[in-house]
């Protein structure tokens, strides 16, 4: 994987958000993020050092209700 290539592991849309789980191709660890569509300004909530993680990250947040997922978009 070079430097700029990432590998996406998942990303879901829910309502207004999509979050993101991917490895970027400069570093050893995976991260879930959260974005309002249209203004790819991302939120990094977690990192893994496993993909298996990451996928169960993912899961946790794409299970979140909208609430909970605007709540985490208005933390700094």
């Avoid at 998942?10 to 203004?39: R, W």
């Amino acid at each position: 994987m070079g430097y700029m290539e990432l590998e996406i592991v998942d990303s879901t849309k829910k309502e207004d958000y999509i979050i993101s789980t991917i490895k970027p191709g400069c570093s050893n660890v995976y991260e879930t993020a959260i974005c309002l569509d249209g203004l790819n300004v991302w939120h990094i909530l977690e990192n893994y050092t496993s993909k298996e993680n990451a996928i169960i990250g993912h899961k946790k947040y794409s299970n979140m209700s909208i609430y909970e997922l605007e709540e985490l978009t208005r933390k700094p």
